[in-house]
């Protein structure tokens, strides 16, 4: 296998053709997260304040009910979005990535002619 071929197919990684959409996944998980808690918060206050103790079973259809306007309106569709092009920009660009692959190799086997050339008619 020739150096550039190695060096072509050692770039195509899990990483590099999905790192942006486990970005943008962490961030999400973070987010949710951080929606967790400060609804959970809040929930606990407004309990405290009516002077009523803290029910979790009826803190869960307030939380599923707001993450599910929220994934609606926005994070749900930023990461299909992210996740699409992520996954789709292997298919789409493959072509463009071959002929930059044959453009290479055609170049690489010109240079060995012209070494070779050289070598002749010295």
Do not use: C
């Amino acid at each position: 296998m020739s150096e550039l071929k190695k060096d072509y197919t050692s770039k195509n990684t899990f990483w590099r053709n999905w790192g942006a959409a486990i970005i943008l996944a962490v961030f999400f998980l973070v987010s949710w997260g951080g929606q967790f808690a400060t609804q959970l918060t809040v929930e606990k206050q407004n309990s405290e304040q009516h002077g009523q103790a803290f029910q979790m079973s009826e803190f869960w259809p307030q939380f599923w009910s707001s993450t599910l306007e929220n994934w609606q309106s926005e994070w749900l569709q930023l990461f299909m979005q992210a996740l699409l092009i992520s996954g789709f920009s292997v298919y789409i660009f493959r072509k463009q990535d071959e002929e930059h692959f044959k453009t290479q190799l055609m170049i690489e086997e010109l240079k060995k002619e012209i070494r070779s050339g050289r070598t002749k008619e010295n």
